[in-house]
């Protein structure tokens, strides 16, 4: 096995290799003068089973050009299998048409993957599930539920008073799984957009009166969303106000945003990097998805069941 590191998310990739126990393979990644970008594996992976570890996070275009070029790069070295490992897929909310002469840039992407040479994917919290099925590659989509709940566990343990809320009808489903497995309520924000980047709550469906209320979802990204669902359960009278969420995107003003909501403490996972200001960020904690992405890659390597993580 040769694990490869791109450079959005070079601390996740340094704790997987630490969880696997296997070194990263020494590459080099940078940029021409023109911004070109160039990859060089420096070792030999002639027949080896290769994972390139890389979220196509902000700057999306860089990042997601990296990943095509490693994987180009990997593939005239003759590795025997190639596995991208996209802990945060970009581009994923373009996964339909919105109205026409628009694309759906989320199968895009997972062409130009495919068609750079990758024989598998690896990612984790897809924004919309079809998106596996752009994919002519087998793809493992995992969640980050495991240790997510195992922290929601070791600090709501005695609490009683739990409502799990979702910030928008689309995420009833995810909400609905977290409250079974925490024996929680559920309550839901019933949101109206009026265009991209801004919404508005206009009420709260389900019981939160003096509870300690969790905003679940799979992506922050200017935050609007999440804040107002936040200011909505704390005006019908929630006592408590956490967040737990898959993928910290944060474009700006989101830090603003949080530090300034109802939001006692926002919990992200380690798939996108955080910034200086983020880690900054009082309310803001991370928790690691490296033992779940990693245990994920080993079963790839053994062609063992990626599925039994979650039984």
């Known amino acids: 096995m040769k694990l490869i590191a791109c450079n959005s998310n070079i601390e996740l990739a340094?704790?997987?290799?630490?969880?696997?126990?296997?070194?990263?393979?020494?590459?080099?990644?940078?940029?021409?003068?023109?911004d070109e970008i160039f990859v060089e594996i420096n070792e030999n992976i002639r027949g080896e089973d290769v994972f390139i570890i890389q979220s196509t996070s902000h700057p999306a275009n860089d990042h997601l050009m990296e990943l095509l070029i490693s994987i180009d790069a990997a593939k005239r070295g003759s590795a025997k299998r190639i596995t991208a490992v996209i802990p945060y897929y970009g581009y994923a909310r373009q996964d339909r048409k919105t109205g026409p002469r628009t694309?759906?840039?989320?199968k895009l992407v997972a062409n130009l993957i495919t068609s750079a040479g990758a024989d598998r994917v690896l990612t984790m919290d897809l924004h919309a599930g079809q998106i596996q099925g752009f994919f002519d590659i087998p793809l493992d989509n995992i969640f980050s539920a495991p240790p997510i709940i195992k922290d929601m566990k070791n600090k709501f343990a005695n609490n009683k008073n739990l409502v799990i809320s979702s910030p928008d009808v689309g995420g009833v489903v995810r909400a609905r799984a977290f409250a079974k497995r925490m024996n929680a309520g559920l309550a839901i924000a019933d949101k109206r957009r009026e265009k991209a980047g801004v919404s508005e709550v206009m009420n709260?469906?389900?019981e939160v009166e003096n509870k300690t209320c969790i905003l679940l979802d799979d992506i922050a990204d200017s935050a609007g969303t999440l804040c107002n669902a936040a200011k909505a359960l704390k005006e019908n009278g929630a006592k408590e106000i956490y967040s737990y969420i898959a993928?910290?995107?944060?474009?700006?003003?989101?830090?603003?945003r949080i530090s300034a909501s109802n939001i006692k403490e926002l919990v992200l996972t380690d798939s996108i990097q955080a910034s200086k200001e983020v880690k900054n960020t009082k309310n803001i904690r991370h928790i690691s998805i490296a033992p779940l992405m990693g245990e994920a890659i080993k079963r790839i390597n053994s062609d063992s069941s990626v599925s039994a993580l979650f039984d």
């Open 103 to 106: 694309p759906i840039t989320a």
């Open 14 to 34: 340094e704790a997987i290799s630490s969880y696997i126990g296997v070194n990263l393979c020494d590459a080099s990644i940078r940029k021409f003068a023109d």
């Open 204 to 206: 709260i469906i389900g």
């Open 247 to 256: 993928h910290g995107v944060l474009s700006h003003p989101a830090l603003e």
